[in-house]
């Protein structure tokens, strides 16, 4: 399994950017997809998760109204659209999978085993 996030980038407070991750190697049918991020000496915080239908979609109450996790299945890509964007937002985020998620946490880390290299976004105030 290979994950391939982009779409990181600067943006001032109050903008938007869309995160892609291209997955490939295996079926993500039954998949779940999360995305986290890790800020300059914190720990990795969960963001968002969804099934890979879209049936399914968690966020951090941090991030919860303003943004969107969602996935084309047709092309392989999960993306987290970011609108409304604060400085507190800044930090490394990573695409996540779990190719059989029954009984794992999705809102842990420790729920997935396939992992992306990670995209830098920075909110400037």
């Known amino acids: 399994v290979q994950l391939q996030a982009c779409g990181g980038g600067l943006v001032q407070a109050g903008g938007s950017l869309r995160l892609s991750c291209a997955a490939s190697g295996r079926t993500f049918r039954s998949a779940a997809m999360g995305w986290f991020r890790q800020a300059p000496g914190k720990e990795r915080e969960f963001v968002a998760a969804s099934s890979w239908s879209g049936g399914r979609t968690y966020y951090a109450d941090s991030v919860k109204g303003r943004f969107t996790i969602s996935s084309d299945n047709a092309k392989n890509t999960v993306y987290l659209q970011m609108n409304t964007l604060k400085p507190e937002d800044t930090a490394v985020y990573y695409c996540?999978?779990?190719?059989?998620?029954?009984?794992?946490?999705?809102?842990?880390?420790?729920?997935?085993?396939?992992w992306g290299q990670g995209t830098q976004v920075t909110v400037s105030s």
């Open positions: 996540a999978a779990e190719l059989d998620p029954y009984g794992r946490s999705w809102f842990d880390q420790k729920g997935y085993d396939y």
